[in-house]
């Protein structure tokens, strides 16, 4: 069974897409985790639902309007949160209005919602070669942005003060890093679901800090973690016919577990 699915074309399309999306949600994963913004990943994801049921009341492609969203949200965050101490309550208040704003889209939506809701869980076994080519153009957006500014960006979400004083234009670069990270969150959404965005995200990033301190090191082993739980998912689910995501999240947060276990043993 697991021989015959591993020759299908739709499970290739998935480890292909799973493929592309660890490796921006790694890299970008670990300038949110720098910048202690995991909040805002959690708040984008959801505003990215925001705009799908949006999209839906406007007969649109969901994914397009989460898309929409995620980029809004991303924008609005990194005007508002430059300063980390502004940073959680910027996006809580913004996350709160968002979610209004989804229950009122859904409420007006008078079909069945089952494209939006999708979302929330993620269908990586479900994405298309149309889709596959969207997301492998995201991806090199994201990672040119990464690769354009990687210098500044990392100076500013290591020591923003200093950058600040040394004359980085932080605003500009919080608005860069909140729209690269809002278009990878939307890429995530596809494969994990809205809910489980911040195990690709967040999670190999923070595992790979635990590991190395030396940055452009984290971002390998962050993108790494990510390939292996995706991956890794992706196969288990054709041998065991459980969700791909709790794979995806077990394994990721096995491999954040492991990385402060060998912090505690050193």
Do not use: C, K
């Not at 999708?118 to 994201?142: C, P, W």
């Not at 995530?188 to 809910?195: E, H, K, R, S, T």
Request: hydrophobic share 60%; glycine share 10%; no cysteine.
């Amino acid at each position: 069974m697991f021989t015959e699915l591993l020759g299908q074309h739709f499970v290739h399309t998935a480890l292909m897409a799973g493929a592309v999306v660890a490796v921006t949600s790694g890299a970008i994963g670990t300038f949110v985790v720098t910048r202690g913004a995991s909040f805002a990943v959690h708040a984008v994801s959801e505003l990215g639902f925001t705009g799908a049921a949006g999209a839906l009341v406007l007969g649109i492609d969901p994914v397009v309007g989460m898309m929409a969203g995620s980029l809004l949200v991303g924008g609005v965050l990194g005007l508002l949160s430059l300063r980390g101490r502004e940073r959680d309550s910027a996006i809580g208040a913004v996350l709160a209005f968002g979610l209004g704003i989804g229950v009122l889209f859904l409420s007006l939506y008078q079909g069945y919602a089952t494209e939006a809701t999708n979302l929330l869980f993620g269908s990586i076994v479900g994405v298309s070669e149309r889709q596959l080519l969207v997301l492998a153009a995201v991806a090199a957006i994201v990672l040119a942005g990464i690769a354009a500014a990687y210098r500044p960006l990392l100076f500013s979400s290591i020591d923003p003060e200093v950058a600040e004083a040394r004359g980085v234009p932080l605003r500009a670069l919080s608005v860069l890093t909140f729209l690269l990270l809002a278009l990878t969150t939307a890429e995530a959404i596809q494969v994990v679901g809205v809910l489980l965005v911040l195990t690709l995200v967040i999670t190999p990033a923070a595992a790979a800090q635990r590991l190395t301190a030396n940055p452009a090191t984290a971002i390998l082993l962050s993108i790494v973690i990510a390939l292996v739980a995706t991956e890794g998912g992706i196969l288990l689910s054709l041998q065991q016919p459980w969700p791909t995501s709790f794979f995806i999240s077990t394994i990721s947060f096995a491999a954040y577990l492991g990385a402060r276990m060998r912090t505690w043993s050193s």
